[in-house]
């Protein structure tokens, strides 16, 4: 599965310039890397929740929302979408302790301590991904792996959980597969599966642990079918 980072500051320049660091940093990850940017914090906050990230690198100083209030913002909400400040000003070190980021860098951005962060922040999200799921006024923090299937619903999607658990996501199924992990596939245009509890594979859909059955396309069923045998060969 591809790692979004999304880059947040009102200087084109410096958004260049670290696009171009991440594109170095990517280049010999097993991974693909896709770069989100935004000139202003209200930008993100308006993008977010159908174009979600898994890291953030976030200036401060920017003109009306600053990144600091920014990051405030997601916090009060239960967001603990990872953060790393990228800033000229010092002083506001104390200020991203409050806030739990990830790290603080100083600008002119020095290559090999954003790589140093980059890859303590892969390594750490190896082992049994979480994600946060946001739903209405609730966030609720997952094992992805505890994801059984997700189902759209217009511009939300339906989660169902392992132990039984239904979750109404404020997400579509597009921007919830970016953050899923490669056991998760498309198995229809409106159903994502984990292929972890699936039982058997048929051209009239795809039988769950649990007797659940999720509808499978027809021009999806090839590819489902090589991936699941791949996923239990492997």
Not at 4 to 32: H, M, Y
């Amino acid at each position: 599965m591809p790692l979004t980072i999304a880059i947040c500051d009102d200087n084109e320049e410096q958004i260049s310039v670290l696009r171009q660091l991440l594109g170095e940093w990517a280049e010999d990850k097993p991974f693909a890397l896709d770069i989100d940017e935004y000139v202003s914090a209200k930008s993100f906050l308006f993008s977010y929740p159908d174009n979600p990230c898994g890291l953030l690198l976030l200036d401060i100083e920017m003109r009306e929302l600053n990144g600091m209030a920014l990051a405030k913002k997601l916090r009060e909400n239960g967001d603990m979408l990872p953060i790393v400040f990228v800033t000229g000003y010092s002083e506001y070190m104390s200020e991203g302790y409050e806030v739990e980021a990830l790290h603080y860098l100083l600008k002119p951005v020095n290559r090999d301590k954003l790589f140093s962060v980059l890859n303590r922040y892969v390594k750490r999200m190896e082992p049994g991904k979480e994600i946060l799921l946001r739903s209405g006024d609730r966030t609720i923090h997952a094992a992805a792996e505890a994801i059984v299937f997700c189902e759209a619903m217009g511009k939300k999607t339906r989660v169902k959980m392992s132990d039984g658990q239904t979750v109404m996501c404020d997400i579509g199924i597009n921007g919830l597969m970016k953050i899923l992990t490669e056991d998760f596939m498309f198995c229809h245009r409106s159903y994502i599966v984990n292929l972890r509890y699936v039982r058997s594979i048929g051209r009239e859909g795809l039988r769950l642990d649990g007797e659940e059955t999720v509808p499978v396309s027809r021009r999806l069923y090839g590819d489902i079918n090589k991936k699941f045998i791949g996923f239990y060969t492997r």
